[in-house]
């Protein structure tokens, strides 16, 4: 019978994971390295920003069903939920995965049910826990201890809902493990629970977003396709997605966040003669903070002293997200321009978390010549045009998300998709400017 979960890193997965186990009535403990973290949920607090997550955690914290400490206790579940970044060169960096195993070594017991979340390369499960319990004295084959791998595929922003609700996919070491694992799912879950082994579960998780990365690669190539023919890419996307079997994705600044942008790579690194497409489609996303930025510094291009407003840092829309964000990788690219002003705001972000100055939206677009957005959050969707006429001194707008649907006279909106007339634009103004100096130089000499 299962009384007690354990869950090992308590961040956008786990602690949700933890906070449902809890609401549901088992004891949990969860687990995290991070003693701030620890300390902030055992006031009831928590340390990221969630839809429902706060009172779910506050009340399960105030009954006593979850607990946090920074070493794991004897469970009947152990769910391993730690990051895996990649390296420099690009490779999964599985240190902390190990280490959560290696800290939970010590209280396993015979029946125990072990449970990997963390998106990992293929044959991870197999190459890498396997040996570690085996060398702990534990006959997987024989079931004393049920490992499988079950990977998450939320949605940052409606996390909660989507823990319940989603198809998981519970992948077994052996039958029986995949079988046993998917009864601690289906207490929770309402969605289907999916038994299949565990090589399967980690390639599966991987594709999954591996086909979104390929398929906003498309969107991407497709917009510089656009610009060079002068269409526009979003009117086409629109076109071409109401055709019953396509489904283009949307064009933007790049792909962040700790799952699109980092699992192509896992597979990749297992079968990188095999997976030529998959490194092309990171490449052209990665391409993608760069032909921002090189678009941003032509619209400020004829301009001295450019004030430049960036309106989101966080990688996805409604979230304080930032990692892997290629926002902040546009604002790198930006920063250093000579006799740049920059300044940015993001309704999500904390300062605290983060170590790039924030401003309020006034703030950011007062007597700016230029606002690029950067990040769809939904109150960018209701921007008024007043807003941007009233603050900037010329209210020019780069939409690199096509969230921005403002039809005004006195304000100018480029979006991501139809930038050949941003180009022609500036090339007009930088060209009417030399007429007028060669017209100025004239009045000079007649003088
Ligand atoms: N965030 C998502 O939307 C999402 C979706 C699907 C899958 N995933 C995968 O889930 C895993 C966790 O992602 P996340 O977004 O929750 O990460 P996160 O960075 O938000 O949280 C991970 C937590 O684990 C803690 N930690 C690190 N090493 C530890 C250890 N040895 N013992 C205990 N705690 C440890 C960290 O301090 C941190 O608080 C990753 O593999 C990620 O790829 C994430």
Request: a positive charge; glycine letters at 6%.
């Amino acid at each position: 019978m299962i009384e007690k979960v354990c869950v090992i890193g308590l961040g956008y997965i786990g602690l949700p994971t933890a906070a449902i186990f809890a609401k549901a009535g088992y004891h949990v403990l969860g687990v995290d390295i991070n003693n701030k973290i620890v300390s902030t949920l055992t006031k009831g607090n928590i340390h990221i920003e969630e839809t429902g997550l706060r009172k779910v955690v506050t009340e399960a914290v105030q009954s006593g069903k979850l607990k946090a400490d920074i070493k794991p206790a004897p469970s009947d579940v152990y769910i391993i939920a730690v990051p895996t970044p990649v390296h420099d060169d690009n490779t999964a960096n599985i240190d902390a995965v190990i280490q959560a195993v290696q800290s939970i070594l010590p209280y396993l017991r015979k029946g125990n049910i072990v449970i990997v979340e963390s998106t990992v390369p293929p044959g991870t499960i197999q190459d890498v826990v396997v040996p570690m319990l085996k060398k702990a004295g534990w006959v997987l084959e024989n079931n004393d201890i049920y490992l499988s791998y079950c990977p998450e595929r939320v949605i940052p922003g409606n996390i909660l809902h989507e823990l319940i609700h989603n198809t998981r996919i519970v992948g077994g070491y052996t039958r029986e493990a995949a079988s046993e694992s998917a009864k601690v799912y289906r207490k929770v879950v309402k969605g289907e629970v999916l038994e299949t082994e565990a090589a399967a579960a980690e390639m599966a998780k991987l594709m999954e977003n591996t086909y979104r990365d390929v398929n906003i690669a498309l969107a991407n190539e497709l917009v510089k396709i656009s610009k060079k023919l002068n269409i526009n890419a979003h009117e086409v996307i629109r076109l071409a997605n109401k055709h019953p079997r396509v489904n283009i994705h949307q064009p933007g600044p790049g792909v962040g966040g700790h799952c699109i942008a980092v699992d192509p790579y896992f597979i990749v690194e297992k079968a990188e003669n095999e997976a030529k497409l998959i490194k092309l489609a990171r490449d052209i996303n990665q391409s993608m903070p760069s032909f921002v930025a090189s678009h941003v510094k032509l619209l400020i291009s004829h301009i001295e002293n450019p004030k430049v407003a960036l309106l989101g840092l966080a990688y996805k829309g409604n979230s304080d997200d930032i990692r892997e964000s290629p926002a902040i990788q546009v604002y790198r690219l930006l920063k250093n321009l000579n006799g740049i002003r920059i300044n940015i705001y993001d309704p999500y972000i904390k300062q605290e978390n983060i170590n790039i100055d924030l401003v309020s939206l006034d703030k950011a677009l007062s007597e700016a010549h230029l606002a690029v957005v950067l990040t769809d959050h939904k109150e960018f969707k209701q921007f008024d045009a007043q807003l941007f006429i009233k603050n900037m001194k010329t209210p020019v707008i780069f939409d690199t998300r096509d969230c921005i649907s403002l039809k005004n006279n006195g304000i100018k909106v480029y979006k991501i998709g139809h930038l050949k007339e941003a180009e022609e634009m500036t090339e007009n103004v930088i060209k009417s400017r030399k007429m007028k100096y060669k017209v100025n130089i004239k009045k000079v000499k007649k003088n």
